[in-house]
């Protein structure tokens, strides 16, 4: 099936993941069209070259992303700049028609959400999604088919996290995401959070309410000339919230962002509690999955490898391992199944939940200043 021409606005560490994912497109089987990245835009020169060494397809090369968007070959974009661009470069993709791949969090604020969300319903031709990449990870697919077949049973609790550690090195260098004016007031909410709002939401757990406690451990952080500048970003949060489902269920789900979390170099997981079975994934054992089975009145953690078996089928045999980078190219492989009109069993996720996700920070940052649970609702 054909090719999608790309361009790429904002050619940083997550642009290399696009192009490695796009030159390797022969490891998916079936057919998905395949993008072709034609154009790249970045403000820094100096990344560019590795596009010129690496992707020989590219033709188009320029610094300012309205010039991208003038280049009527170019189908989608894929962009991945700094949070307080979303809002203007976003829509403006949405509005030169473009297909849109947009990283996370979709916008600095509940504001400039709206705003995007406002975009993409006037141009409905467009299919614009939000990067997530981790729920494409077998194991947390598995935990996502448990969930729909009913495997908890009634729900006790869910737990879902994403936390980095890098950052106990108070010597870390401030970087634009601990920036509240570039990275936002979210915090590692913005940074972290809609990865672990994807799956939750997706199977219909959103909170009503949200309880939150915010951490600011590090104050300060040298800067590039090596002088101490204020970090004013949070640097965990953890989100104590509401859930009540459709069928009037009701239970508590924990959501932690962390990027001081001592031990955890990159972990996401998932934790489902149930009065049926509880199952959980973590990408610290990525290609288990891992369930309680009853023993009379005890239960057993059961740990079952299941190897390389994601949505989209590959070339990899299925007792292999599976790991990040296979996680995006899954990822890309549900949204070009998207663009050609192949719904996927489990899609990328949606402008309306980066709404969800939106409400839930906002709220939470509410939260912690009201110490008091706050609603969704009212943002
Ligand atoms: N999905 C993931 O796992 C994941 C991981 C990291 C970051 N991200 C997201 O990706 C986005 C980018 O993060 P990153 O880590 O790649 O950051 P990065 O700093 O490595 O890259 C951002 C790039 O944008 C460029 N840029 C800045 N202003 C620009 C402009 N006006 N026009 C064109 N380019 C411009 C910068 O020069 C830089 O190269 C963010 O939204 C972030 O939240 C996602």
Same mark, same amino acid.
């Given at each position: 099936?054909?090719?999608?021409?790309?361009?790429?606005?904002?050619?940083?560490?997550?642009?290399?993941?696009?192009?490695?994912?796009?030159?390797?497109?022969?490891?998916?089987?079936?057919?998905?069209?395949?993008?072709?990245?034609?154009?790249?835009?970045?403000?820094?020169?100096?990344?560019?070259?590795?596009?010129?060494?690496?992707?020989?397809?590219?033709?188009?090369?320029?610094?300012?992303?309205?010039?991208?968007?003038?280049?009527?070959?170019?189908?989608?974009?894929?962009?991945?700049?700094?949070?307080?661009?979303?809002?203007?470069?976003?829509?403006?993709?949405?509005?030169?028609?473009?297909?849109?791949?947009?990283? @996370?969090?979709?916008?600095?604020?509940? !504001?400039?959400?709206?705003?995007?969300?406002?975009?993409?319903?006037?141009?409905?031709?467009?299919?614009?999604?939000?990067?997530?990449?981790?729920?494409?990870?077998?194991?947390?697919?598995?935990?996502?088919?448990?969930?729909?077949?009913?495997?908890?049973?009634?729900?006790?609790?869910?737990?879902?996290?994403?936390?980095?550690?890098?950052?106990?090195?108070?010597?870390?260098?401030?970087?634009?995401?601990?920036?509240?004016?570039?990275?936002?007031?979210?915090?590692?909410?913005?940074?972290?959070?809609?990865?672990?709002?994807?799956?939750?939401?997706?199977?219909?757990?959103?909170?009503?309410?949200?309880?939150?406690?915010? !951490?600011?451990?590090?104050?300060?952080?040298?800067?590039?000339?090596?002088?101490? $500048?204020?970090?004013?970003?949070?640097?965990?949060?953890?989100?104590?919230?509401?859930?009540?489902?459709?069928?009037?269920?009701?239970?508590?789900?924990?959501?932690?962002? @962390?990027?001081?979390?001592?031990?955890?170099?990159?972990?996401?997981?998932?934790?489902?509690?149930?009065?049926?079975?509880?199952?959980?994934?973590?990408?610290?054992?990525?290609?288990?999955?891992?369930?309680?089975?009853?023993?009379?009145?005890?239960?057993?953690?059961?740990?079952?490898?299941?190897?390389?078996?994601?949505?989209?089928?590959?070339?990899?045999?299925?007792?292999?391992?599976?790991?990040?980078?296979?996680?995006?190219?899954?990822?890309?492989? !549900?949204?070009?199944?998207?663009?050609?009109? @192949?719904?996927?069993?489990?899609?990328?996720?949606?402008?309306?939940?980066? $709404?969800?996700?939106? @409400?839930?920070?906002?709220?939470?940052?509410?939260?912690?200043?009201?110490?008091?649970?706050?609603?969704?609702?009212?943002?």
């Amino acid at each position: 099936m054909g090719k999608v021409k790309f361009g790429i606005i904002g050619c940083g560490m997550m642009g290399r993941e696009f192009v490695s994912a796009a030159s390797r497109w022969c490891h998916l089987l079936g057919d998905i069209p395949a993008p072709e990245v034609i154009a790249v835009c970045d403000t820094n020169e100096a990344l560019l070259g590795w596009y010129k060494k690496h992707v020989p397809s590219v033709r188009h090369i320029c610094a300012d992303y309205r010039e991208l968007l003038e280049i009527d070959e170019v189908e989608a974009v894929y962009c991945a700049v700094p949070h307080n661009l979303h809002e203007e470069v976003y829509i403006a993709a949405i509005e030169a028609g473009k297909h849109l791949l947009g990283e @996370k969090p979709f916008g600095i604020d509940r !504001a400039a959400n709206r705003a995007i969300l406002e975009a993409a319903g006037r141009h409905p031709e467009c299919i614009v999604r939000c990067a997530s990449q981790f729920p494409f990870y077998p194991g947390a697919q598995k935990l996502v088919r448990w969930i729909n077949e009913g495997g908890p049973g009634q729900v006790i609790e869910v737990k879902s996290g994403f936390k980095h550690s890098s950052d106990i090195d108070t010597q870390k260098k401030i970087n634009w995401k601990r920036m509240v004016d570039v990275n936002g007031a979210y915090g590692c909410m913005g940074d972290l959070g809609i990865h672990t709002h994807h799956i939750p939401f997706r199977v219909g757990w959103v909170p009503e309410r949200v309880s939150a406690q915010l !951490a600011n451990i590090v104050t300060q952080r040298p800067d590039a000339q090596g002088c101490q $500048v204020p970090c004013e970003t949070w640097d965990n949060a953890l989100l104590a919230c509401d859930v009540r489902t459709q069928n009037g269920d009701a239970f508590p789900m924990m959501i932690e962002n @962390k990027r001081i979390a001592p031990g955890s170099t990159n972990e996401w997981y998932i934790e489902v509690y149930g009065m049926k079975q509880s199952a959980k994934f973590s990408t610290n054992d990525p290609c288990a999955f891992s369930y309680t089975e009853s023993m009379g009145s005890e239960q057993a953690w059961c740990r079952v490898v299941i190897g390389y078996k994601p949505q989209t089928p590959t070339i990899t045999g299925n007792i292999f391992e599976f790991g990040f980078t296979d996680s995006i190219l899954q990822m890309w492989g !549900a949204y070009m199944s998207e663009i050609a009109g @192949k719904p996927q069993n489990f899609g990328c996720y949606t402008p309306e939940e980066t $709404v969800l996700s939106h @409400k839930l920070c906002t709220a939470a940052l509410a939260s912690e200043k009201s110490k008091k649970a706050e609603k969704l609702e009212d943002y």
